[in-house]
Every structure is written in structure tokens, then in C-alpha cells.
């Protein structure tokens, strides 16, 4: 057993370069392993070992690993059925779910078995899987969410269903020229996906436009029918999502838009070979792509059908499924749980009730009955900005029916403050419509009355949501809005991300690590312990090592190991606040250079992200980060000590890259304004110290690492709020020389000698109101970093602290968050 540099113990630790918790191989099983694939790639495939390519064998292995799936999946779904289990259906227009092999393989204890196999065949599995393309179902946070709770659930053993769409194209791929973001589409279908069943028997008509017409029913009574103007095919795909050790498989089940004639045979005979597939092209576009350009009525149209879209597929779907098993819908709120993961999915209030009324003969109030006991809903922002609304008018020309039903909902809704007094002011905010200004149906509205729960994200999000944008609906149904604090899958983000941390964890935890979160707390023993905090070292210093050579291949920029990495990976947002941190950095630039000679802690500060295409500011920002760093890259006075990098394409395997290689994770959004974040999370968990606001999840990470173990600086929301209504805007003058000299290199042009006006934007949002606290912050932010630097000169202290945030945040496992969702929202046992 080869003895480690730092390692001064007799036991333990091999120096293996990739380790997966190591269980002993079983020869037999590699041998069969080995012909599956074989068989795979010559009969699935079509090709023989002499002629594969990578791709040939990165779906060889996928489909052979795919069988084993299936026999479980199969067991997991006849002991649901049979046993008549309650299902959760997760309803979401994102999931961001990245590679799944990796995961698919870990889940399945075969990652050493598969290994083998393919060494046997000259294919190098690691190489494989870096062919797999991201499955980028999804723009952020918000589907990377949906994804780890995935994943839990089937872990969990909790019986469910994942709904979404399956876009052709994902989130745009970034392209960085000159320092500015260029979007190009992603492909990740054009070669096929070995995961998925297309399943062309399961497929439900979704309507469109047309009207709604009053009919008398068999009974006399009058109900209305919906004539669509257009029916659209939704066809299913089913992933299965394997949960650890592979106890159970869940499926997600994506739809794809399919026209229900293919071609208008009559319009191509005569010769209109084009127009014949117009209206197939543009019922096809639903799925087309994921997050259409809002920025015209046809790109917000076109949301507008996806949400619906998706969501009448799936609910047709589980009702069909609910009457297979149970019989009558009046049992649904039994069996089965609806999540809306946001608003997108909210139309479901309308298109159940619809659903149930309509199509199966409920009368209203038990068709309202039932769907407040089956849905609930996530809400995930405060920003006004962000909070969905739809025109009268489109809604009207979409779907009408459902428009209707709304009206109805709402008036139900609002009639007993009509009696005695009417408090119009209360009205006005109850009123699912919105008519301050246009008419707009508001969603969150129509969501939270049309629920069982309404969650928040983190404890602070789920305050503020009382006191802000649902405070009167709260005051009317107090009990509803209940906190769900996000998490994230440990199996991804610790375990498959991070190899050599993950072994470092079993060889002194033992194999419980693996299986229960809580086991981490064993660490906290060991923080002091030098020869573990020289073990623990060592494996961040591997991961580094591994990051530097990404970002020399990326780049070609070179940086070192020895350094503190700075990390900063999300999308660009404004109130995420890159901008905070790049005035740091210029800031600490101007600092370097005025006295070379002292000694700077080296530092290299890595960003990643990507902006919406439209988002100017955001894109400006982008731009800056490069021109800054350029600058500061090209600077032998620095050199050594600073370095910025931007890594272009930011997605979910290039953040499991970047995690297990952070030193220092900065969580410095505007208090307030970020939900939860779960990025912060994952850093924490690998080890890397927070500097933060008083945000989101931050608030929680704290009180579970303990504040000497985590930099918070900053206003506070209710500090940020208070500033906010005061009219008296911090001006200029009162800024520190400090931050006037960052924001002066920018303005002279420092950065930007070819256009000194290039940034004028950035630095005029600052002047006039400064809606982010950019300003406000920045002093505390700067005296929070150097406190970072005085920790990181005395390393056993740095990492004493690194080893007990891994230590104490394993209540961050989205296992605990997917617990609690069973017990208090859904009520469905788990494992
Ligand atoms: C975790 C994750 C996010 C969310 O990051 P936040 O820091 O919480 O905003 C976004 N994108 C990807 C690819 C992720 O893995």
C-alpha cells in the first residue's frame, strides 16, 4: 500500500486515481457485461469493434446498461400497481438533467464493473462518457432542482412520474468571441438518445383555440363544450431515473408535439410541396425548443402552448392511469399528488377542472374539491418581473374554455368579501385578474387558490412570500404556504462529481456515507486532525489540478493549483451580482499593482454563465468579465497573483467540474431576491467556504456550518427593503475612494481601450438607482475577502473550516427535502 506525502498514519487511503468507493469485482460479471455491450454494438448498433467509434460505443454501453434498468423498472412498477401506492406526479417545463451515464452507472454499483469491461474491449469508459451530450432540458437552477428530485424519489422509493417536454433543442450552446456571448443551438438529439422509449401507443389530443359552446347535457343541465380550433398529438418518451443502489426506477416521461395529419396530400398533389407541411411545422414548434424568445407576441404565444401543452398531456395522462387502476376519478386526491413546479404548469387548475367537469360529469364543487386536494405549488421568484401573466386576450383566443373556468374560479373566489363592505384595495390584490393596466390573468394567483400547499424554496423565501406578494391570500388561507428548503442529490454532487473526496469519505466513515448524509457529521472529529485535513487537502489539490486543465484547454490560460480558486458559476443575472464581484477584482487589480511587493494571497477568480440571449445588461456584463480579464491576465505586475478566467458554455457537467475544485463560493445575490439557490449547496458540500448575503438558502447554510465558518457580509433584505422606499439614493460622493477607483478604470476605458464607452451602461444603472445594492455592498464585500485572504494564511484554520462545512450541510440532501414533501404535502410513504 503505497503511503500518501502527507499521510503520517499507518492505514488507509490508496492513491487511486479514480475511485469509486472500490467493491470487490466480480469476474463473472464484467465477462457478461462485456458480451451485452458487444452484442449492443454489433446488433443495436450495427457495427463491429474494429469499425466502432467513441459514439458507437457510448450507446453500445448505454443500451446495455439500459436492459438492466428495465427489469428493474419492470418490478418497480407491478409492486406500485398492485399494491395501489399513491403516485407523485412532478409537473415541470425544465428539467436540467446533464449526462446519465455517470449517474446511471453509480446508482447501479457497475461503474468498476463497466470499467473493466470496456478496458477489455480498448475503450476507456472515462473517455465515453465525456461523449454523452448534457441533457439541457432546462435554463437553471429551477430545472436542476427538478432533476435532483428525480433522482430522490426513485432513491426514496417513492412511486412517480416526471412531466415535461421534449425539446429538440435545450438550452442554447455559449459561444465566447472577442469576450461576448454568442448563442448557438443545441443539438443533443441529432445522434439519437439511447435512454429513452418513444411510446407511439401512449398519446393524447391537446386542443387549441376554437370556442366554447353551451350544450344541454343528457340530464338537461346545461355544461359547455370546448371546440378546439386545432388538436395537437402529444406522443410520450419515458426515461426511466434509476434510484441508488437501483432499488427503484421512476420514469419521466416527456411529451413531443406531433401534427395529427402529416401532410396535406390534396395541397402537395398540386404542387404546394412547402405549404403542404406549413401547419405541421408550426404545430411541431411547441417542442421545438426550450424557452422561446419572449421578446415578441409570437415567442410569448408560443410559451403560452407549451405550458398547456405539456400540462393537458399529463394530466390526461394520469387520469387514464388513475381510472386503469382505480376506477372513478372521485378517488384522485387518494392516489395521486400533482407538484407544479412553478407557474408554468398552473393552467392545471383550469384544465382539471375542465377535465373533470367537461369530459367526466363532475358537478362543480366536487370537481373543486378534487382538485385542491390534488395540486400543489412551488412558487420559485419575488420578482415582479418574473411573476407570469397572461393577456385577457391571448387567453381568450388559446383557450377560451379555460378562460371561462378561471372567471368562475374567481368569482367563487372573491364573492364572500363582497358581502357587507367591499375593501376594493383587498379585491384589487385577491382578484386572479389583474387589470392595473391591461388585463392580465395572474398565475401564481390561480396556482395558490387552486392548491392543497404552496411552498418556498428556503425558510427566508417562504417569509417573504407571506409578507409580500401572497400577504393578503395568506391572510384569507393561512395554513397553506408551508417552507420546503431546496436540496440537491449527494449521489451527483458529491459522490459521481467528486471521486477522491467521495472515497476519502467511505475509507474513514465507512460505506454508511453513501447511504445516509447524516453520516458526514463523523467528520467533525477530524477537522482538526492534521493528517486528515493533509488528506482532504490533497484530493481538492488533485481536483484543481484536473480544473487547471480544463481551463488550459478551454483557454489556453494557465492557472495554478497553489492558488485560491474563486469560484462563481450561475446564470448572469443582475441581482446574482457578477458585477460585485468584478469590481473586486478590479479593485484588488489597482490594489496589486500600487504595492507589488506585499505579499497577496494568489488568487484565481473563475466565473461561469450564461445570459438570456435578450438580456443586454447581462451580456455587457459578460463582455466585461473578459475585458477585465484579459487585462489582468496580460499583466506581468500581477502575474502570480490574480488571474480571472471566464469558462465559456456553463452547464451541468462543467459545474461538476468546477465544484470539487472550489476554494471559495460566492453566494452574493441582493438579499432578498434569490430564492434558495442550491449552487450554494453544492459548493458547501465539497468543501468549498461561502462568502454570501444573508440570502436564500445562504441564511440556512449558515446555521448548519456555524457563522465562524462562513463569510457573510452585506445588507440584510430588511435593510435592502428599508433603502429601497427611502428616497435618499446613496449618491456618488458618499462612495468609498476604493470602489470610485474601480468604477473610474472602467469608466477611462481601462478595459476597453477600443470604445471607453463600451460599459456606460453598467456604470449609469449604478449611478441613477442602483436597484442591486452593487454600491451599497460593495465596502463590506471587499473587507469580507480579505478576511478570506487572512484565513487562507493559516491553512490549518482554512481548512479545519472547509472540512466542517462538508461535515455539517447534509441537510442539504434533497433526499431530506423530498421527505418532507411526502410527509407534509404529498403524504406518501417513503423508504
Ligand atoms: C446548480 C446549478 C444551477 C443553479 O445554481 P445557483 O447558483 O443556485 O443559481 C444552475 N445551473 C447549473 C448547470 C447547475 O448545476
Same mark, same amino acid.
Given at each position: 500500500m503505497a503511503t500518501l506525502e502527507f499521510d503520517d498514519r499507518s492505514s488507509s487511503v490508496v492513491p487511486k486515481d479514480i475511485v469509486t468507493a472500490a467493491l470487490p469485482i466480480d469476474e463473472s460479471a464484467v465477462l457478461v457485461l462485456r458480451n451485452a455491450i458487444l452484442a449492443k454494438l454489433t446488433y443495436a448498433v450495427g457495427t463491429t469493434p474494429a469499425h466502432a467509434k467513441d459514439r458507437d460505443w457510448f450507446v453500445a454501453t448505454a443500451l446495455a446498461v439500459r436492459d438492466r434498468i428495465v427489469d428493474r423498472w419492470a418490478s418497480s412498477h407491478g409492486a406500485d400497481g398492485q399494491a395501489g401506492r399513491k403516485h407523485v406526479y412532478y409537473l415541470s417545463l425544465e428539467f436540467l438533467i446533464g449526462r446519465l451515464l455517470s449517474d446511471t452507472l453509480h446508482n447501479l454499483r457497475l461503474t468498476e464493473p463497466v470499467r473493466e469491461a470496456l478496458a477489455g474491449l480498448g475503450v476507456d469508459l472515462d473517455e465515453l462518457r465525456s461523449i454523452e451530450p448534457d441533457a439541457a432540458l432546462g435554463n437553471g437552477g429551477l430545472g436542476r432542482l427538478a432533476a435532483c428530485f428525480m433522482e430522490s424519489m426513485a432513491s426514496l422509493e417513492v412511486p412517480a412520474y416526471g412531466y415535461g417536454i421534449r425539446y429538440e433543442h435545450g438550452l442554447f450552446r455559449q459561444i465566447i468571441l472577442d469576450g461576448r456571448q454568442y448563442e448557438q443551438p443545441e443539438d443533443w438529439l441529432c445522434q439519437g438518445n439511447p435512454w429513452e422509449f418513444e411510446r407511439s401507443d401512449v398519446i393524447h389530443p391537446v386542443g387549441f383555440g376554437g370556442t366554447s359552446e353551451e350544450v344541454q347535457a343528457p340530464d338537461g343541465s346545461r355544461a359547455f363544450v370546448w371546440i378546439p380550433a386545432e388538436t395537437v398529438q402529444a406522443v410520450a418518451y419515458d426515461t426511466p431515473i434509476v434510484g441508488w443502489r437501483g432499488r427503484h426506477v421512476n420514469a419521466l416521461r416527456l411529451w413531443s408535439a406531433r401534427a395529427t395529419e402529416c401532410l396535406l396530400l390534396d395541397a402537395f398533389n398540386m404542387g404546394d410541396h412547402v405549404g403542404a407541411l406549413a401547419s405541421r411545422t408550426r404545430v411541431e414548434a411547441i417542442s421545438r425548443v426550450l424557452y422561446p424568445g419572449d421578446t415578441t407576441d409570437a415567442g410569448r404565444e408560443l410559451r403560452l402552448r407549451q405550458e398547456f401543452f405539456f400540462t393537458s398531456a399529463s394530466l390526461q395522462d394520469l387520469l387514464a392511469r388513475h381510472i386503469r387502476l382505480h376506477g372513478d376519478l372521485a378517488t384522485l386526491p387518494d392516489y395521486a399528488a400533482l407538484q407544479l413546479n412553478d407557474t408554468h404548469p398552473a393552467i392545471a387548475v383550469a384544465e382539471l377542472m375542465r377535465l373533470l367537469i367537461d369530459e367526466h360529469r363532475f358537478h362543480w364543487e366536487d370537481a373543486w374539491a378534487i382538485t385542491t386536494k390534488t395540486l400543489n405549488y412551488t412558487n420559485h421568484t419575488l420578482l415582479p418581473e418574473a411573476l407570469e401573466r397572461w393577456p385577457v386576450s391571448l387567453l381568450e383566443r388559446v383557450l377560451p374554455r379555460h378562460l371561462q373556468i378561471i372567471y368562475q374560479i374567481n368569482w367563487l373566489h372573491l364573492e364572500p368579501l363582497t358581502r357587507g363592505e367591499i375593501d376594493v384595495d383587498l379585491v384589487k390584490s385577491l382578484s386572479v385578474i389583474d387589470e392595473s393596466g391591461g388585463r392580465y390573468v395572474r398565475m401564481g394567483h390561480l396556482a395558490f387558490i387552486g392548491a392543497n400547499k404552496v411552498n418556498g424554496v428556503s425558510a427566508l423565501h417562504t417569509q417573504l412570500m407571506r409578507q409580500t406578494v401572497f400577504r393578503d391570500l395568506h391572510a384569507v388561507y393561512p395554513t397553506r404556504i408551508v417552507n420546503k428548503t431546496n436540496g440537491i442529490t449527494f449521489r451527483r454532487w458529491l459522490h459521481q462529481a467528486n471521486p477522491r473526496l467521495s472515497a476519502l469519505l467511505v475509507d474513514e466513515l465507512g460505506e454508511e456515507v453513501?447511504?445516509? =448524509? $447524516? /453520516? !458526514?457529521?463523523?467528520?467533525?472529529?477530524?477537522?482538526?486532525?492534521?493528517?486528515?485535513?493533509? @488528506?482532504?487537502?490533497?484530493?481538492?489539490?488533485?481536483?484543481?489540478?484536473?480544473?487547471?486543465?480544463?481551463?488550459?484547454?478551454?483557454?489556453?490560460?494557465?492557472?495554478? =493549483? $497553489? /492558488? !485560491?480558486?474563486?469560484?462563481?458559476?450561475?446564470?448572469?443575472?443582475?441581482?446574482?451580482?457578477? @458585477?460585485?464581484?468584478?469590481?473586486?477584482?478590479?479593485?484588488?487589480?489597482?490594489?496589486?499593482?500600487?504595492e507589488p511587493e506585499r505579499h497577496w494571497v494568489p488568487r484565481v477568480k473563475i466565473l461561469a454563465g450564461k445570459a438570456a440571449a435578450s438580456y443586454h445588461q447581462?451580456?455587457?456584463?459578460?463582455?466585461?468579465?473578459?475585458?477585465?480579464a484579459k487585462v489582468i491576465n496580460s499583466d506581468p505586475l500581477v502575474a502570480g497573483r490574480l488571474k480571472v478566467v471566464f469558462l465559456p458554455n456553463y452547464n451541468v457537467s462543467l459545474a461538476e467540474a468546477i465544484v470539487p475544485a472550489a476554494d471559495l463560493s460566492e453566494q452574493i445575490s441582493t438579499a432578498g431576491m434569490e430564492a434558495s439557490g442550491t449552487g450554494n449547496m453544492k459548493l458547501a458540500l465539497n468543501g468549498a467556504l461561502t462568502i454570501g448575503t444573508l440570502d436564500g438558502a445562504n441564511v440556512e447554510i449558515r446555521e448548519c456550518v456555524g457563522a465562524e465558518n462562513i463569510f457573510i457580509f452585506g445588507l440584510t433584505a430588511q435593510e435592502v427593503e428599508a433603502r429601497r422606499r427611502s428616497t435618499a439614493h446613496q449618491e456618488p460622493d458618499a462612495w468609498s475612494a476604493r470602489l470610485r477607483g474601480a468604477l473610474e478604470l472602467i469608466r477611462v476605458g481601462t478595459f476597453s481601450p477600443d470604445e471607453p464607452h463600451r460599459f456606460d451602461p453598467l456604470l449609469h444603472a449604478l449611478a441613477v438607482d442602483d436597484l442591486f445594492m452593487v454600491t451599497a455592498d460593495f465596502d463590506a464585500y471587499w473587507a469580507a475577502q480579505r478576511q478570506v485572504d487572512d484565513l487562507w494564511q493559516s491553512p490549518s484554520a482554512w481548512w479545519r473550516a472547509s472540512i466542517l462545512n462538508t461535515a455539517r450541510v447534509a441537510w442539504f440532501s434533497s433526499d431530506r427535502t423530498i421527505r418532507e414533501y411526502a410527509e407534509e404535502i404529498w403524504r406518501v410513504p417513503v423508504q
Open positions: 453513501l447511504d445516509q =448524509p $447524516d /453520516a !458526514l457529521l463523523g467528520l467533525e472529529k477530524l477537522a482538526d486532525d492534521q493528517a486528515f485535513q493533509n @488528506l482532504f487537502r490533497k484530493q481538492r489539490a488533485a481536483a484543481k489540478a484536473d480544473l487547471a486543465k480544463v481551463v488550459a484547454e478551454l483557454l489556453g490560460e494557465t492557472i495554478s =493549483p $497553489d /492558488a !485560491l480558486f474563486d469560484v462563481q458559476i450561475k446564470r448572469i443575472h443582475e441581482y446574482k451580482r457578477q @458585477l460585485l464581484n468584478i469590481l473586486e477584482a478590479i479593485a484588488l487589480y489597482s490594489a496589486i499593482r500600487a447581462a451580456k455587457l456584463i459578460i463582455k466585461l468579465a473578459n475585458d477585465v
